[in-house]
């Protein structure tokens, strides 16, 4: 995707919402209901930015929100585009990108996961601490944009330890308790079968999804510091004893809304920028 592109996306954000941002939000499957904890928002569906990547999902609202988090200036993108949908890793990786053209320095990544680890429970939430990347490509083949970042970003680090501790504080502060494990990233749309879950645990996968992975390389490709937390909605094939669903996504979703965003909103009120 040219610079300019982006650039011309992230304009029109800032015309729209008058300044810049610190920090984003990208709300994954089931967890949209945090964009209602942002005060003097600013909405812009994703269809009237330019370059921009509609979800057709259900749970994935496409718009993207600017005001304030417990005073500090932020940016909620509702719901995400999906290469299982067809979307290149390009277009994935765009709405990062035009983040970082609105100033934004730390990106909050959430999504929705099947468990893998025996000991996680629906509705458990997940700290990332590293991710295997089991999608097939890498959104930065191809030439690189020096603007954006250099040619070889390091991922020792991708998870920032900062804002997991930060997390975790928030979360005792509700009385709830965080996990904290590795994200493997598949590229769907098909739910894993029984056999490829033994092996994922077997490569040290706590939890598998269809997302995030794309966004957290664009993310410490361009810079920013990075936190991913993982709700576990369900439990992946041959854990759990019944059919997995879309359905069972969301139902999750709804259950843990209101714990997850008082955790996101104590959790953003505590970070130094």
Do not use: W
């Not at 992230?10 to 810049?20: K, Q, V």
């Not at 979307?87 to 959430?110: D, H, M, N, Q, Y």
């Not at 991710?131 to 970042?149: A, D, T, V, Y």
């Not at 769907?188 to 033994?198: D, F, H, K, L, V």
């Amino acid at each position: 995707m040219p610079l300019s592109k982006i650039k011309e996306a992230a304009r029109l954000i800032l015309d729209r919402c008058g300044s810049h941002a610190d920090m984003a939000v990208i709300l994954g499957s089931g967890l949209g209901g945090f964009s209602d904890r942002v005060k003097d928002a600013v909405e812009i569906p994703y269809s009237e930015i330019p370059g921009f990547p509609v979800s057709s999902v259900q749970g994935h609202a496409g718009r993207l929100f600017s005001g304030t988090v417990r005073g500090k200036k932020i940016i909620v993108l509702s719901g995400r585009a999906h290469h299982y949908e067809g979307f290149s890793p390009e277009e994935l990786v765009f709405p990062v990108r035009a983040l970082k053209f609105c100033g934004v320095k730390i990106l909050i990544i959430t999504n929705a996961a099947g468990g893998i680890n025996r000991t996680f429970s629906p509705g458990d939430l997940m700290a990332v601490s590293d991710h295997i990347n089991l999608m097939g490509f890498n959104p930065l083949r191809g030439g690189n944009i020096g603007e954006i970042g250099a040619r070889f970003p390091d991922m020792s680090f991708a998870y920032s330890k900062r804002l997991r501790e930060l997390f975790r504080e928030a979360a005792a502060g509700s009385g709830a308790e965080i996990r904290e494990g590795v994200y493997l990233a598949l590229s769907g749309p098909s739910y894993e079968t029984p056999a490829e879950i033994r092996a994922l645990a077997a490569l040290g996968a706590d939890a598998v999804g269809m997302s995030t992975v794309p966004e957290v390389i664009a993310a410490v490709h361009a810079g920013m510091e990075v936190f991913a937390v993982s709700c576990i909605t369900n439990l992946a094939a041959g854990i759990s004893s019944s059919p997995l669903s879309h359905e069972e996504v969301e139902e999750t979703g709804e259950r843990v809304k209101e714990k997850f965003s008082r955790i996101m909103e104590d959790f953003i009120g505590r970070i130094a920028l």
